[in-house]
């Protein structure tokens, strides 16, 4: 018997044609059970929200920047932009003005000192004029004294001769124009020491005062010239003082705007950036060692431990999605499943998504809805950009004997037979 003719006999056997038959069955429900267990979502992408750096201040960019695809696994801080030519005009005026400021206070300090110096010695003028008023008063209180004393013992004399006088007229021996003229005598000897009695006691009043630092002579003021200079060095010094600390406190003024001024220049001369860990760099706007002006967007980046994935799914199966549920991700190309969670679902009339987002969101279509799944960070891929961009498969759970609660209530309704309560039923058995 030929080959032809054995094949052909086999193939006419019974037992080959079940087994042919029942591998074709297996075959078809081993490929329909994942609709019966899951519901399945073929249209599906990874995205993730973007981090945009844009250029605090105009300048050059650095040339340590990351390059588009690097991950940065870890946080990191490095220099971004190099100004050019900062404006330093306010920092001169402020350095002129603490100058002048500093000149001034010198100069009040010295004329200070200069004063303090005057004014000793006026002090040592005046106590010197001061003693030496005193001393010649003292001097011309003992000649007062003495002329007082003189005139007091001869003012004795005439008394005596006059009274002897007076006598001898009245016993006839001497005439009467002798008495008269020992009385003339007595009289101004009396008014002598009178007077000097008189300039004793101003002398003890000029003694006194002089004591007491007021001078009162004939051209003579309450106060010498020295102590007339030393009031008036007082009231200047005062001036300068007053200068001199409102000069200090102003250049203590312009000293502080200066520390700003420099700490302003100094953030405007160079710009640093901390970038955060786990992204990637996903889009490079401008290159390393490019001017870019303020505010210019420098580069994207995409975190990799925050990615999603986006399904779009009809809207009459919202109710059947709850925040936190459990979804199965498989991307398209690879056979590895990861389970992720749900973490929103949006209605089609909801607005558009205006996150920034690395991947487009297009509006869901007319009785869609969207939803979003949370992915795990060790999934990541981070020589691919963390896998953002690609397709994949999304498997949704289904409860037990849905798909049968689904589809007698299907028949129901086809025959006519869907009654309230069998559809609050099948939606509690989904």
Same mark, same amino acid.
């Given at each position: 018997?030929?080959?032809?003719?054995?094949?052909?006999?086999?193939?006419?056997?019974?037992?080959?044609?079940?087994?042919?038959?029942?591998?074709?069955?297996?075959?078809?429900?081993?490929?329909?059970?994942?609709?019966?267990? +899951?519901?399945?979502?073929?249209?599906?992408?990874?995205?993730?929200?973007?981090?945009?750096?844009?250029?605090?201040?105009?300048?050059?960019?650095?040339?340590?920047?990351?390059?588009?695809? $690097?991950?940065? $696994?870890?946080?990191?801080?490095?220099?971004?932009?190099?100004?050019?030519?900062?404006?330093?005009?306010?920092?001169?005026?402020?350095?002129?003005?603490?100058?002048?400021?500093?000149?001034?206070?010198?100069?009040?300090?010295?004329?200070?000192?200069?004063?303090?110096?005057?004014?000793?010695?006026?002090?040592?003028?005046?106590?010197?004029?001061?003693?030496?008023?005193?001393?010649?008063?003292?001097?011309?209180?003992?000649?007062?004294?003495?002329?007082?004393?003189?005139?007091?013992?001869?003012?004795?004399?005439?008394? $005596?001769? =006059?009274?002897?006088?007076?006598?001898?007229?009245?016993?006839?021996?001497?005439?009467?124009?002798?008495?008269?003229?020992?009385?003339?005598?007595?009289?101004?000897? =009396?008014?002598?020491?009178?007077?000097?009695?008189?300039?004793?006691?101003?002398?003890?009043?000029?003694?006194? =005062?002089?004591?007491?630092?007021?001078?009162?002579?004939?051209?003579?003021?309450?106060?010498? +010239?020295?102590?007339?200079?030393?009031?008036?060095?007082?009231?200047?010094?005062?001036?300068?003082?007053?200068?001199?600390?409102?000069?200090?406190?102003?250049?203590?003024?312009?000293?502080?705007?200066?520390?700003?001024?420099?700490?302003?220049?100094?953030?405007?001369?160079?710009?640093?950036?901390?970038?955060?860990?786990?992204?990637?760099?996903?889009?490079?706007?401008?290159?390393?060692?490019?001017?870019?002006?303020?505010?210019?967007?420098?580069?994207?980046?995409?975190?990799?431990?925050?990615?999603?994935?986006?399904?779009?799914?009809?809207?009459?199966?919202?109710?059947?999605?709850?925040?936190?549920?459990?979804? +199965?991700?498989?991307?398209?190309?690879?056979?590895?499943?990861?389970?992720?969670?749900?973490?929103?679902?949006?209605?089609?009339?909801?607005?558009?998504?205006?996150?920034?987002?690395?991947?487009?969101?297009?509006?869901?279509?007319?009785?869609?809805?969207?939803?979003?799944?949370?992915?795990?960070?060790?999934?990541?891929?981070?020589?691919?950009?963390?896998?953002?961009?690609?397709?994949?498969?999304?498997?949704?759970?289904?409860?037990?004997?849905?798909?049968?609660?689904?589809?007698?209530?299907?028949?129901?309704?086809?025959?006519? +037979?869907?009654?309230? $309560?069998?559809?609050?039923?099948?939606?509690?058995?989904?």
């Amino acid at each position: 018997m030929s080959s032809p003719d054995r094949l052909q006999q086999l193939v006419r056997r019974r037992s080959v044609r079940l087994v042919l038959a029942g591998g074709l069955i297996a075959t078809s429900a081993w490929a329909f059970l994942p609709y019966l267990n +899951y519901r399945i979502a073929s249209s599906a992408f990874v995205n993730a929200e973007l981090v945009r750096v844009a250029a605090p201040i105009a300048g050059q960019l650095t040339v340590d920047l990351p390059r588009k695809g $690097d991950f940065l $696994d870890q946080p990191m801080a490095l220099p971004l932009i190099e100004a050019r030519a900062p404006d330093q005009r306010h920092l001169v005026h402020l350095e002129s003005q603490q100058a002048v400021t500093k000149e001034r206070a010198d100069l009040a300090r010295q004329q200070l000192s200069e004063i303090e110096t005057a004014d000793k010695e006026l002090m040592a003028r005046t106590a010197i004029h001061r003693n030496g008023v005193i001393t010649r008063l003292n001097y011309e209180l003992d000649e007062a004294r003495a002329e007082k004393a003189g005139c007091t013992a001869e003012l004795a004399l005439r008394r $005596d001769v =006059s009274g002897r006088l007076e006598q001898l007229v009245k016993s006839g021996t001497v005439t009467a124009i002798k008495s008269a003229e020992a009385s003339a005598t007595l009289e101004a000897t =009396s008014a002598r020491c009178e007077v000097g009695d008189s300039k004793v006691k101003r002398l003890e009043v000029e003694l006194k =005062s002089a004591q007491d630092g007021v001078f009162l002579r004939d051209g003579i003021n309450d106060a010498p +010239y020295s102590q007339q200079q030393h009031d008036r060095l007082m009231l200047r010094r005062q001036d300068l003082e007053v200068r001199a600390l409102e000069e200090s406190a102003q250049s203590a003024q312009i000293a502080a705007e200066l520390a700003q001024e420099r700490s302003r220049l100094a953030r405007l001369s160079r710009s640093d950036i901390s970038l955060p860990g786990r992204h990637v760099v996903w889009s490079v706007a401008a290159s390393p060692g490019s001017a870019v002006a303020e505010g210019q967007t420098v580069f994207d980046l995409a975190g990799c431990q925050d990615r999603f994935v986006t399904v779009e799914l009809p809207e009459r199966d919202f109710e059947r999605f709850r925040t936190g549920a459990p979804a +199965y991700v498989r991307l398209v190309g690879s056979d590895e499943w990861t389970e992720g969670r749900i973490r929103q679902v949006r209605g089609s009339a909801a607005r558009t998504d205006d996150r920034l987002l690395a991947a487009q969101v297009k509006r869901p279509d007319a009785n869609s809805i969207t939803v979003e799944i949370g992915l795990p960070d060790d999934a990541a891929n981070h020589n691919s950009f963390c896998n953002i961009g690609r397709l994949a498969e999304v498997r949704f759970q289904r409860s037990p004997f849905a798909f049968v609660a689904s589809m007698t209530q299907a028949l129901s309704r086809l025959v006519g +037979y869907d009654r309230p $309560d069998d559809h609050h039923q099948a939606v509690a058995a989904k």
